[in-house]
C-alpha cells in the first residue's frame, strides 16, 4: 500500500515497467483506515485495476489524492452483498516498507470498495480472477509471501479480458488498449528515486 501515488495530469495511475490496465470503475466509495496523519477515512472516486495492483483515485482529495494497493499484498478479500447497503469489497493490504525501514513500524490496513452507482457484475469476477492468478504466479515462481509488488506483472490478463463478463449495469470500463499508449513515462520501482 502507498499513499499518493504518481499520477498523470488526468488522473490516471502512471504505470509500473510491463504494467496493464484492465479496468476502471467509477462511481465507487473507498473506505480505509490508519492513513498517517488522518486515521479511518472515506470518499469516492475512481479505482484502477491493473496486473500488479490497484489504484483508488479520489474525485474530490480531502485527506489523500490516491491509495495504491499491490496484488500481491492483499488478504481476505471478500464480496459483501448486505441487504439494506450497496455491494462492496472488503479486505486488507499490507503496507509496501521501504528497504531501509523496519516492517513493525507499519501495520496492516482494512479497506472497503462500495459500489454506489450501478451494477459490479463486471469488477468484481475480473478483481478475483485476477487476484488467483497472481498468487497462482507467485507460487509458481517460489517468491516469498512479501515479494517485490512487482513481480505480479507476469499474470496472463489479455485471456482475462478476452473471456470477461460485461454487465450492462456495471460502468466498469475494460481496457482493451492501454489508455496512454503515447506515454514512454514508466515506474520501475515503489521505492522513492533520489532527485
Known amino acids: 500500500m502507498a499513499v499518493n501515488p504518481q499520477l498523470f495530469a488526468n488522473g490516471m495511475p502512471i504505470p509500473f515497467l510491463n504494467e496493464l490496465f484492465v479496468l476502471s470503475r467509477h462511481g465507487v466509495e473507498f473506505e480505509v483506515d490508519k492513513i498517517p496523519g488522518v486515521g479511518k477515512t472515506r470518499t469516492r472516486g475512481t479505482i484502477y485495476l491493473?496486473?500488479?495492483?490497484?489504484?483508488?483515485?479520489a474525485k474530490m482529495p480531502v485527506d489523500f489524492i490516491a491509495f495504491d494497493m499491490p496484488l500481491l499484498f492483499v488478504s481476505d478479500e471478500k464480496f459483501n452483498q448486505p441487504v439494506f447497503h450497496c455491494n462492496n469489497i472488503s479486505g486488507l493490504v499490507d503496507p509496501v516498507v521501504?528497504?531501509?525501514?523496519?516492517?513493525?513500524l507499519y501495520s496492516t490496513?482494512?479497506?472497503?470498495i462500495l459500489f454506489k452507482d450501478?451494477?459490479?457484475?463486471?469488477?468484481?469476477?475480473?478483481?478475483?480472477?485476477?487476484?488467483?492468478?497472481?498468487?497462482?504466479?507467485?507460487?509458481?515462481?517460489?517468491?516469498?509471501?512479501?515479494a517485490d509488488p512487482l513481480q505480479a506483472a507476469q499474470t496472463p490478463v489479455d485471456?482475462?479480458?478476452?473471456?470477461?463478463?460485461?454487465?450492462?449495469?456495471?460502468?466498469t470500463k475494460?481496457?482493451?488498449?492501454?489508455?496512454t499508449p503515447e506515454s514512454q513515462l514508466r515506474r520501475r520501482?515503489?521505492?522513492s528515486q533520489p532527485a
Open 118 to 146: 450501478g451494477g459490479c457484475g463486471t469488477f468484481v469476477p475480473l478483481f478475483f480472477n485476477l487476484i488467483a492468478s497472481v498468487r497462482r504466479a507467485q507460487q509458481q515462481s517460489g517468491a516469498e509471501a512479501r
Open 174 to 179: 475494460i481496457f482493451l488498449q492501454q489508455p
Open 98 to 104: 521501504p528497504d531501509n525501514e523496519n516492517r513493525a
Open 50 to 57: 491493473s496486473n500488479i495492483r490497484m489504484v483508488f483515485v
Open 109 to 112: 490496513h482494512t479497506f472497503k
Open 189 to 191: 520501482s515503489y521505492q
Open 159 to 171: 485471456e482475462m479480458i478476452r473471456h470477461a463478463y460485461v454487465d450492462p449495469n456495471d460502468p
